[in-house]
């Protein structure tokens, strides 16, 4: 690696022109100045051609006066990264489960358009991979439906969200029978989302596993597709309902106790989070406040 200060006295000698107002500038003398030149120079050939009045630059000497830019332009970004300065632009990453990814990725696509350099990174994981990838880095945050213990984590509520009985938009679910008649649209989580639900509600029915099976899909996005189409009705959250783009197909029964799940953001515990990662996160709670009012 190159002598930083020689390369600092080349760039004031070529700036200068003068190898006298060179060594005035930087508090050396003549002599120093010539030998922190002719130091690059048995590394990487000749740099000047000095003529009477005047200092002519080769293309070596060129390439090296780029290198320098190229360096301090490192030195500052490294410095933005280290006190956190920028805000507008860098990587913010998020892993989320699928129904509250789905409501917040356009809302992260938005706030990337206004602010371009930005870059975006989401994946969608259920909580055991969530957890394990902010633990070992690869993410930044991450949202849990269960509240995780691990010292090494920094937990914190972030939004609630609902469970909810989505049926055709041209039925009506007056009781369980109702519900057998329509039968289930089922996924990963449905039975279990039905049973703490459909229990509540209907408290003396059968249970969960007496409906009909009338359909299948591990896609969060396209749970509601078949209920959309007259299939079936489903339990899901109530984002992913939100998310549905055919929200006049479906329809969602009210009643009965509310049955809500907290969902936790979670960081690694042991270094801030970035000054553009803490914006997004503002403007991501204010729109989630904004949307439950």
Known sequence: MLNPHWVNTFAALVELGSFTRAADRLGLTQAAVSQHVRQLEDRLG????RRPRRIELTPAGQALLDY?????GAERRLRVRLTDAETASGEVSLITPGSVGLFLYPMLLDLQERQPGLVIRHRFAPDHEVQEAVLNNRFELGLLTAKPDDSRLTV???TEEA???VIPAGENVRNWDDLARIG???HP???AMAARLLSQRYTRSPGIRSLPIHGFSNQVGLILEPVARGLGFSVIPRYARQAFPRAEAIRV?????PVVDTLWLIHRSEWPLPARTLRILEALRGRVAAVKR
């Not at 000749?46 to 051609?49: G, R, S």
């Not at 029964?253 to 106790?257: H, R, Y």
């Open 46 to 49: 000749m740099l000047l051609i």
């Open 68 to 72: 320098r830019a190229e360096v301090e």
């Open 156 to 158: 914190s509520a972030f």
């Open 163 to 165: 469970l909810e009985l």
């Open 184 to 186: 289930f649209i089922d």
């Open 189 to 191: 989580d449905g039975h």
């Open 253 to 257: 029964v009210e009643g009965g106790p």
